[in-house]
């Protein structure tokens, strides 16, 4: 598989640093401009700061690029006919040299094959509500990818409990990063459970080492809550997520317009308060995701 690496990550490779890779669906449809593009700029020095190598995954002329330029993201958070690609869009993409943004799924998918092994992001995808069983192909990508996947549990918008219940179906463990409860994006609770709650980066490297002493090839789902100061309040969500979610049946908004849909509503509705946890909760993964790749690389056993 060919990929095209930017200096920082070929170096990192080479040297063995640990990597984290970021997505690009969350710079092109899930944050509006200009705060998507501070937000992949401030991931990537996140990341820096916590002592890993960011890897900003797209697909550029068919391209997988791993580790983009100052351009590249600019392409991602400006232009409007960037595709956002799952699993399905993969050889449409390649064969057709399209420039797109991936999701959980493709950002998966290309950062595993290029070595790495751990990514952040905001929320996963998952079961939706609604009576169309959509179900988001990043869920069977976790089920058989064996990285370490941080997140701040799967988007609000979705059907939750079924989520879980799909993840514990289909072997994917779950962490919770200092906390008891699986957590809902942007508010820290959902009532969920989390199969083990961690402390430290090194109880999650020890636990990914595992899996691959065992040859499972899900991925580690390590869960971190949004910071309480950003927190969004439970009964403040579902309401502005009801008109939201009437709003999209309305409009016949449908496969993957649903999410982008849903979260630009949320935060104008919110007046913005959706759009600050959403940033809080990505930069906060970030940080944790370079610690995790950190003591993924010091592990002894790795
Ligand atoms: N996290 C965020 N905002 C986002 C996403 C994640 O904070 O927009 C993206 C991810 O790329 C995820 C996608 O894979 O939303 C899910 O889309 P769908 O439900 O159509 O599979
Ligand atoms: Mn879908």
């Known amino acids: ?33 200009p705060h998507n593009i501070e937000t992949a700029e401030n991931l990537e020095n996140i990341v820096r700061e916590n002592g890993a190598v960011p890897a900003t995954i797209a697909v550029f002329d068919g391209k997988f690029c791993v580790g983009l330029d100052k351009e590249q993201l600019n392409i ?11 699993r399905r869009d993969l050889p449409i993409a390649v064969a057709q040299k399209i420039n797109c943004a991936t999701t959980v ?6 950062a595993h094959r290029a070595g790495i092994k751990v990514f952040a992001t905001g929320g996963i995808g998952g079961v939706h509500r609604g009576t169309l069983p959509d179900i988001s192909a990043d869920l069977p990508e976790l089920a058989n990818t064996p990285m370490i996947v941080v997140c701040a549990g799967a988007k609000i918008v979705l059907d939750l409990p079924s989520t879980r219940e799909w993840l514990e179906t289909n072997g994917v463990s779950i962490l919770g990063w ?30 990914a080492c595992a899996r691959d002493y065992l040859k499972m090839p899900n991925a580690i789902l390590l869960t971190a809550p949004v910071p309480p100061e950003f927190e969004v309040p439970r009964e403040k969500l579902e309401a502005i997520l009801a008109s939201a979610l009437s709003e999209a049946e309305q409009q016949k908004i449908l496969g993957k317009e649903v999410t982008p849909f849903l979260l630009a509503k949320m935060s104008a509705e919110s007046k913005g308060e959706t759009l600050k946890a959403n ?21 002894s056993r790795q």
């Open 279 to 299: 940033i809080a909760l990505l930069e906060n993964n970030a940080k944790i995701a370079a610690q995790v790749a950190v003591a993924v690389g010091s592990d």
């Open 178 to 207: 200092q906390c008891d409860e699986l957590p809902a994006f942007y508010s820290r609770s959902s009532g969920l459970s989390i199969d083990e709650r961690v402390e430290t980066a090194e109880e999650v490297a020890r636990i």
């Open 1 to 33: 598989m060919k990929f095209k690496f930017n200096e920082e990550v070929e170096n990192a490779l080479k040297t063995k640093q640990p990597i984290v890779a970021l997505e690009s669906t969350v710079i092109a449809h899930g944050l509006p401009h």
């Open 76 to 86: 991602l958070a400006t232009d409007k006919n960037i595709r956002k690609i799952s």
């Open 105 to 110: 799924a493709t950002t998966m998918f290309i």
